[in-house]
């Protein structure tokens, strides 16, 4: 690990120190931790999931659709809508602490900021790889929806609805991904973040009365739009001022908060 992070150290000294050094730095780092088969696990275990839901309950799943009452795509996302809240949940949570985790355990922040670094500079790019890796989850999970229809033969691919499927809950798990960046980078030992990542977000999945703006609530409401208020386990749609327009301002509000905090509690710690 510590050759990883003087890997990158060498990476930002020769391209400079800009943001976009620091982005290539972080990559250097990254490169041989679990971050990136992470990104494709989560998606794999979703559609995995749905593979052994159809193989197990294929012919009650399927009523619905038979009988016209239900199209495809509310089949697949009834029944994989919340697993994949749960998924990202705990994927930002994974990745919010893995990407700091390099720094702890090999004990390189101190190294980090002898160099002419802004402290805020490499907080915003961690999270901007984590917010990356999210990304690309969501798109995959959305790949896996639509080849779960192709295999058991749901009608043709709602595009739009795919689309939203890889957007809106991207869009929508991004503060609770702020949230975890900020908890992972302030304890070096990750275990209560990620114990308080693991339960948390199940406060949001339909469980409890929280205001549909709280970062916990807000990925399930994401997905409620997507489902059109028909995810198995959820409350059904929103009743509030949330709307599918108002969730980006409301995520993006979140998560310029919890960033500058982040970046401000970074800046003022004292690295020994």
Not at 48 to 77: C, H, K, N, T
Request: glycine content about 10%.
């Amino acid at each position: 690990m510590k050759a990883d992070a003087g890997a990158g150290f060498e990476s930002a000294a020769a391209c400079g120190t800009s943001f976009r050094a620091l982005v290539a730095a972080d990559w250097c780092k990254m490169r041989r931790t679990w971050l990136l088969p992470l990104t494709v696990m989560g998606p794999l275990g979703v559609t995995l999931m749905g593979v052994i839901l159809f193989a197990m309950r294929g012919e009650y799943m399927l009523v619905p659709f038979r009988a016209g009452s239900d199209s495809g795509w509310q089949v697949v996302i009834g029944q994989l809508g919340m697993i994949q809240v749960f998924a990202m949940g705990l994927g930002a949570t994974l990745v919010a602490s893995m990407i700091v985790d390099i720094e702890h355990r090999s004990d390189t922040w101190k190294s980090l900021f002898a160099m002419p670094v802004r402290r805020a500079s490499a907080y915003a790019a961690k999270f901007a790889w984590a917010a990356a890796l999210l990304a690309v989850s969501s798109v995959l999970m959305s790949c896996g929806y639509a080849l779960l229809m192709l295999w058991q033969g749901l009608g043709p691919l709602p595009w739009a609805d795919l689309g939203k499927a890889a957007l809106l809950p991207w869009i929508g798990v991004l503060p609770l991904l702020a949230f975890q960046l900020l908890l992972s980078t302030a304890m070096k030992n990750q275990a209560l973040p990620i114990a308080l990542g693991v339960v948390t977000p199940m406060f949001g999945m339909g469980m409890s009365n929280l205001p549909a703006w709280l970062l916990w609530r807000l990925p399930t409401e994401a997905m409620t739009f997507v489902a059109r208020g028909d995810v198995s386990g959820s409350q059904g749609a929103s009743l509030s001022w949330l709307t599918p327009e108002v969730l980006p301002l409301v995520s993006t509000a979140w998560v310029v908060g919890l960033v500058i905090i982040g970046c401000v509690l970074l800046a003022r710690r004292e690295i020994r």
